[in-house]
């Protein structure tokens, strides 16, 4: 029988692990994972910056507190502001910093570029140095080379980085095989969830990283779609979830949680409740059941058509690059299932307004027959269209 307390759930073990009794009982905090070959572990957790910092000090204190010592943010995030919040906080309890383990990210590619976003994001946040620093957004891995690799030795032999990497939100696996074979690349960030785990790709994927020994973080964790409230698998894994303690939020952390070389997961927390929610799921012992693990399988099939697992080099090939089709899903990701949209205006307002104004006009059919997810993409780009225009 399930206890429904105030803030939560008591799991099959009696422990409640969505309230605010777990975080603070003082014993339990976020665990830490190996990152990659780096000699570094990470807390599990990691925190996303993509929200108001400066004005969420007392939640720095706390996701510390309880162990979330990963924090991800860049030079582009709110604006700047993100990287000055951390900055603040830092200002104001510098012996903090040791315990973090840093990251941000360059939207520049070239050498002079990278660097003197390197240098202001050192000032922006107040520290000498950054734990790991990426490229942001890589969508091929070809936009790595030789340049770029000089540049990431001379930041780590300046101390200025520790660790060099990308995230990567668009063709994720050939990245990161790409990533393998480079053999100097020791950090990734990039989408992974239950319904990209199952892919064949994504497995070699990560088995290359593996092997190479690059540290791995997951994004995009809950895995976006649209929610079908008539789906009878969605309602029969809803109840196993309710009745085993925990929400489907917390449950897709858990799936992801289940690899063992996925280092951390980030992700934006930008209230204390959900910062606890998810500290919750993370200290708690259950594991997700293979009837479970199962049932998230099936919706993921089920619900295919309603998510961009990424793979933009087939969709953009077909438009012959006339508009950045996966940007323009993401931005209709922060604005349905993310409930952000500023956050989605911002990234809509950086795709060239040319190639925004072909839009409307633009044929998509050829796209939709050859997406492996069937995805309705001349109607998607255009609802993201009219809706941040």
């Known amino acids: 029988m399930v206890v429904v307390v105030r803030y939560g759930f008591t799991n099959r073990t009696g422990r409640n692990i969505s309230g605010p009794t777990a975080p603070n009982t003082g014993i339990d905090t976020v665990p830490k994972r190996p990152f990659g070959k780096t000699g570094d572990k990470v807390s599990i957790l990691g925190l996303g910056g993509m929200f108001d910092i400066p004005s969420n000090q007392l939640l720095l204190k706390q996701s510390i507190k ?5 924090w991800d943010t860049a030079d582009c995030y ?6 000055k919040g951390i900055g603040m906080f830092f200002e104001k309890y510098p012996e903090e910093r040791k315990k973090i383990f840093l ?8 050498p002079d570029g990278m660097d003197s976003l390197l240098n202001r994001s050192l000032e922006r946040m107040k520290t000498s140095y950054i734990d790991l620093y990426f490229i942001h957004g890589l969508k091929s891995i070809n936009e790595l080379n030789g340049d770029t690799k000089k540049l990431a030795e001379k930041a780590k032999a300046e101390k200025k980085i520790r660790f060099f990497g990308f995230s990567t939100h668009s063709n994720m696996e050939e990245n990161m095989v790409g990533a393998a074979r480079l053999g100097w690349i020791d950090g990734i960030m990039m989408a992974y969830n239950f319904r990209l785990m199952h892919s064949g790709n994504m497995k070699k994927a990560l088995e290359a990283c593996v092997k190479a020994g690059i540290g791995l973080t997951a994004m995009k964790t809950q895995g976006g779609g649209q929610v079908n409230a008539s789906s009878e698998t969605e309602l029969e894994m809803a109840g196993r979830f309710i009745k085993n303690g925990y929400t489907d939020k917390q449950a897709k952390l858990k799936a992801v949680w289940e690899h063992p070389d996925i280092a951390s997961v980030c992700s934006q927390m930008p209230s204390i409740s959900i910062l606890m929610s998810n500290i919750a799921a993370a200290i708690d012992k259950t594991k997700l059941s293979s009837v479970e693990m199962d049932l998230l399988k099936q919706y993921a099939k089920e619900t295919a058509c309603t998510y961009c697992a990424g793979c933009t080099r087939i969709c953009e090939s077909a438009v012959y690059g006339a508009v950045p089709i996966g940007n323009l899903m993401r931005c209709l990701m922060y604005s349905r299932n993310y409930k952000e949209p500023v956050m989605a205006k911002e990234l809509f307002e950086t795709i060239p307004i040319n190639e925004r104004k072909k839009i409307a006009d633009l044929d998509f059919s050829i796209a939709e027959q050859k997406c492996p997810q069937n995805l309705e993409i001349g109607k998607l780009v255009r609802e993201a269209y009219s809706q941040l225009s």
């Open 66 to 70: 309880w162990g979330v010592t990963y």
């Open 78 to 83: 709110e604006g700047g502001k993100s990287e």
């Open 103 to 110: 990251v941000t990210k360059s939207d520049k590619r070239t």
